[in-house]
């Protein structure tokens, strides 16, 4: 059974940072694709991060170029996303998922396939 379980997320002021992590199991974790997304209140679910499974290959949206950066630790199954100079603009809930059909990363939701539950990050300003 493949499980992704996000943690890390919380209450900061602008400036500050998170960190957010991933842990998975039930996966060949180096294998696959590895992505972030968020949702805020009455918005769709966008893109955020995603590494590829070598962590060779990142890709970004323009909003947090600069100020996350993804990274993943194929020894211990889990994928993170360093957050700084964070701003109101990126409260939501973060979603890790994983992409496990295809082997190049992925900006769009369709590829991936599994999904964690998510974990809130609230930026005050």
């Known amino acids: 059974q493949v499980q992704l379980v996000e943690s890390g997320g919380g209450l900061v002021q602008a400036g500050g940072s998170l960190r957010l992590s991933c842990a998975t199991s039930?996966?060949?974790?180096?294998?696959?694709?590895m992505g972030w997304f968020r949702q805020a209140p009455g918005k769709e679910r966008e893109f955020v991060a995603t590494?590829?499974?070598?962590?060779?290959?990142?890709a970004y949206t323009d909003s947090v170029k600069g100020r996350f950066a993804i990274s993943r630790d194929n020894a211990k199954n889990t994928m993170y996303l360093q957050m700084n100079s964070l701003k109101p603009e990126d409260t939501a809930v973060y979603y890790c998922?994983?992409?496990?059909?295809?082997?190049?990363?992925?900006?769009?939701?369709?590829?991936?396939?599994?999904w964690g539950h998510g974990t809130q990050v609230t930026v005050s300003s």
């Open positions: 039930g996966l060949t974790f180096s294998t696959y694709t």
């Open positions: 998922a994983a992409a496990t059909t295809i082997r190049t990363i992925a900006t769009a939701r369709f590829p991936y396939n599994y």
């Open positions: 590494i590829s499974g070598r962590g060779g290959s990142t």
